[in-house]
């Protein structure tokens, strides 16, 4: 059973910094992309960023290039996002989500972690 | 950037057939999937690259694709696919994009 379970939410004030990982089982970890999708609480999923399976290559979304880093240890099956100089519109649940095999799509998620951006 | 399309609300009676459309620029030209999210769970893949389903997805949802719209179809709807449903395509400018949402309501 594919099992990925998101931690390290929490509140932080704007200007600070989080970061989350994701812990990954129940699958050969290092052979998928793996993607952070957010979710304000009662509204729309937006998809954050999303890193290639040896980690070699990422990508952002526009709102949080420059600001947000993600990150894979292939070894120890964990996914990470490192999240600098948060604003109060990042405040969101982050989901954890497994990219499908051969197409861009999102096969599974993570139950979420909340983040709350506020002073 | 590429933007996906989708009506708020779709009302459907128990048995009946609920269509979701979701519409974008030539989204026929590629792979559009849907998801279901019900209160305060996470989404759940039902169709991806236009009309397939995962295991354990139930036959009464099926997906279509052409011109400028993909169309999520429930067919027989039953009281537990009351939902919000997401479309999603991808886009090389705009990266991984999803639709703007319809809660689907079995009256």
């Known amino acids: 059973e594919v099992k990925l379970v998101e931690s390290g939410g929490g509140l932080v004030q704007p200007g600070g910094s989080l970061r989350l990982s994701c812990a990954a089982s129940?699958?050969?970890?290092?052979?998928?992309?793996m993607h952070w999708v957010r979710q304000v609480p009662g509204k729309g999923l937006v998809w954050v960023s999303r890193?290639?399976?040896?980690?070699?290559?990422?990508r952002y979304a526009d709102s949080v290039k420059g600001r947000f880093t993600i990150s894979r240890d292939n070894a120890k099956n964990t996914l990470d996002l490192q999240m600098n100089s948060l604003r109060d519109e990042d405040t969101a649940v982050f989901y954890c989500?497994?990219?499908?095999?051969?197409?861009?799509?999102?096969?599974?998620w993570g139950q979420g972690t909340l983040v709350t951006v506020s002073s | 950037s590429y933007e996906l399309t989708q009506p708020p609300s779709v009302s459907v009676s128990p048995g009946q057939t609920a269509s979701i459309t979701c519409s974008g620029s030539?989204?026929?030209?590629?792979?559009a999937c849907w998801y279901q999210q019900k209160p305060g769970q996470s989404p759940v893949l039902v169709i991806y690259?236009?009309?397939k389903r995962p295991s354990g997805i139930p036959e009464r949802f099926s997906g279509s694709n052409s011109g400028n719209t993909a169309t999520l179809t429930i067919s027989g709807t039953q009281a537990m696919d009351e939902a919000d449903y997401y479309c999603?395509?991808?886009?090389?400018?705009?990266?991984?994009?999803f639709g703007t949402g319809t809660k689907v309501t079995v009256l």
């Open positions: 129940g699958f050969s970890f290092s052979s998928y992309w």
């Open positions: 890193i290639t399976s040896d980690g070699s290559n990422t």
């Open positions: 030539k989204l026929g030209d590629r792979f």
């Open positions: 690259q236009d009309t």
């Open positions: 989500a497994r990219g499908g095999s051969g197409g861009y799509y999102f096969d599974n």
């Open positions: 999603q395509a991808w886009d090389s400018s705009t990266a991984y994009v």
